[in-house]
C-alpha cells in the first residue's frame, strides 16, 4: 500500500498539469473549481461525521496511554501522561481533522477571495477527501483494519522521508517492555525491604 505522503506528490503532479490545460482567468472555469471544491469540503466533513458516529457506536473503552509532546521553547518541562479511553482518542483525533479543514477554508479563502489567486483552489479540490478516507480513523472505523501495527494507538507520526519510503512508524514496543519491567522490578524490591524490616521486627519482639 502507498503511503499517504507518495500519493499526496503523485495527486500534486497530475493536479500540476491539469491546471496547466485549464484557462484560470475565465468565469465558468472559475465557478466549478468554486464548486469542486466546496463539494470535495463537504464530503471530506461527511466521512468524517461518518467516522465519528462509528467510533460512538463501538463505544471502545480500552485504555491509551497518550504522552504530551515536548515544548521546544521549554525542553526541561517533563512530558505529561494522559489516561485516556480508546473512543476518547480517536474522537480527539477526528475533532483535530476537523478543525484541520477548518483553517484549510480559511487559507484557500484568503487567497482565493483576497489574493485573487485560482490555482491554489484547484490544486486543493481532491486532497480534503483524499485525506479523510487516509486517515488512521478511517482505515480503522470504516475499512474495518485493526488498531494494531501502525495503527496501533497512541498513532506515531510518520516522517516526511519515511513515508516516501513507506516505512511504517514503530512503535515503542522495547521502551513500553522495559518500563513494566522496571516498575516490576521495583515493586518487588519494594516488597522484599517489606518483608526484611517485618522480620527485623518480629526477631526485635522475640529477644
Not at 480500552?62 to 521549554?74: D, F, G, H, Q, R
Not at 473512543?87 to 477526528?94: N, R, T
Not at 519515511?162 to 518487588?188: C, R, V, W
Amino acid at each position: 500500500m502507498l503511503s499517504p505522503q507518495v500519493t499526496n506528490i503523485a495527486v500534486m503532479l497530475l493536479m500540476m498539469q491539469a491546471s496547466r490545460r485549464i484557462d484560470m482567468e475565465n468565469e465558468t472555469n472559475i465557478n466549478y473549481i468554486r464548486i469542486a471544491y466546496i463539494s470535495s469540503i463537504a464530503i471530506s466533513y461527511l466521512i468524517y461525521m461518518i467516522i465519528k458516529r462509528n467510533i460512538i457506536s463501538k463505544n471502545d473503552q480500552t485504555e491509551v496511554k497518550v504522552t504530551s509532546a515536548k515544548n521546544p521553547m521549554k525542553p526541561q518541562e517533563p512530558q505529561t501522561v494522559e489516561i485516556m479511553t480508546a473512543m476518547q482518542y480517536d474522537l480527539k483525533e477526528v475533532d483535530s481533522a476537523i478543525r484541520s479543514i477548518y483553517s484549510g477554508v480559511a487559507m484557500m479563502a484568503f487567497m482565493h477571495l483576497y489574493m485573487k489567486y485560482t490555482n491554489p483552489l484547484f490544486m486543493q479540490c481532491i486532497n480534503p477527501i483524499k485525506n479523510a478516507l487516509e486517515c488512521n480513523e478511517a482505515r480503522i472505523h470504516l475499512f474495518g483494519h485493526k488498531a494494531e501495527g501502525d495503527l496501533k494507538r497512541p498513532f506515531k507520526a510518520v516522517g516526511l522521508l519515511d513515508g516516501l519510503m513507506g516505512n511504517a512508524p514503530q512503535q515503542d514496543s522495547k521502551k513500553d517492555e522495559t518500563e513494566d519491567i522496571s516498575i516490576e522490578a521495583a515493586t518487588a524490591t519494594s516488597g522484599s525491604t517489606t518483608t526484611g524490616v517485618s522480620t527485623s521486627s518480629r526477631i526485635e519482639e522475640l529477644d
